[in-house]
Nanobody
Framework: QVQLVESGGGLVQAGASLRLSCAASGRTFSMNVMGWFRQAPGKEREFVTA????????YYADSVKGRFTISRDNAKNTVYLQMNSLKAEDTAVYYC?????????????????WGQGTHVTVSS
């Protein structure tokens, strides 16, 4: 099993930045692709970004491209999400997810492990 714990959420004004962290523990050697998803009230969980196991390739939803950056430190078993130029529509619960397969996906059902989520609220 892999345990994922997100941190770094909070309440910020539009235009501000936040950095989320996702610390992994347990059978971390089984983790491969890591992703961030978000879920706004009344909406389905949506893909935000993903990063391959080596950290060399990243993928972004169009809505966050150019504003968000995903990175990982495998020595620390931690994945980060740097969020800049935040907008009110970025308000959501942000979830970290891990996939054991080396193929990235935008589908939540493809991910094997999930964190409990961290709240991000952007006020306009």
């Amino acid at each position: 099993q892999v345990q994922l714990v997100e941190s770094g959420g909070g309440l910020v004004q539009a235009g501000a930045s936040l950095r989320l962290s996702c610390a992994a523990s347990g059978r971390t050697f089984s983790m491969n692709v890591m992703g961030w998803f978000r879920q706004a009230p009344g909406k389905e969980r949506e893909f935000v970004t993903a990063i391959t196991g080596s950290g060399t390739t990243t993928y972004y939803a169009d809505s966050v491209k150019g504003r968000f950056t995903i990175s990982r430190d495998n020595a620390k078993n931690t994945v980060y999400l740097q969020m800049n130029s935040l907008k009110a529509e970025d308000t959501a619960v942000y979830y970290c997810a891990a996939r054991t397969q080396p193929v990235w996906s935008t589908r939540p059902s493809r991910y094997d492990y999930w964190g409990q989520g961290t709240h991000v609220t952007v006020s306009s």
